[in-house]
């Protein structure tokens, strides 16, 4: 028999993130205290999101409703990267950039905690922006996802293609 395998990667899933950010462009439309304040949230290339409204308040206001859609949706929060509130004109603006991929900085730091503290005989190789890690025992690749799950990443960690 073969090693077994399995992936460690970083991606969102854009169609539940369209989806959340389509129920909170519902949901502040219809809101009371989101009335004439200006308040929009939409797409700003493939990439990033954009938040406007009238005050820094409102803005943060939109965010939290987008971030609570997003829970909800099970698309992790570590996802998204919000910039602080600005002026733009009379109007407020928050830029979301959406992250994805593991850097090789963080992908060497993962790969080095599979090394030390992870079972014997498992290997972990770094391939573009993903880790794939393998063994001769399924056993073992499952106390490496527990052992990676249990770390706190600045970064969404999912487990794709177990073989």
């Known amino acids: 028999m073969g090693d077994s395998s399995f992936d460690i990667v970083s991606k969102y899933d854009r169609q539940e993130v369209d989806n959340a950010l389509g129920q909170t462009a519902r949901e ?3 809101r009371f205290d989101f009335k004439g304040t200006g308040a929009s949230i939409e797409w700003l290339g493939d990439e990033a999101i954009e938040i406007t409204a009238s ?12 971030k609570g859609k997003l829970i909800k949706r099970d698309v ?6 919000p910039s ?18 593991i850097s090789s900085e963080d992908a060497k730091k993962i790969s ?11 290997k972990a190789q770094i391939q573009g922006d993903e880790l794939r890690v393998s063994s001769k025992k399924r056993d073992d690749l499952q106390a490496v996802q527990a052992l990676v ?6 970064f969404a960690v999912q487990f794709t ?3």
């Open 84 to 101: 602080e509130p600005r002026q733009s004109g009379t109007v407020s603006k928050i830029a979301i950039a959406l992250k994805e991929g």
């Open 28 to 30: 502040i439309s219809t």
């Open 55 to 66: 005050a820094d308040d409102r803005a943060s206001a939109v965010l939290d409703v987008f």
């Open 112 to 122: 080095k905690l599979i090394r030390d503290e992870g079972p014997k005989g498992v």
């Open 149 to 154: 799950k249990s770390q706190d990443y600045d």
């Open 161 to 163: 293609n177990y073989r």
């Open 76 to 81: 992790s929060l570590k996802v998204i990267d």
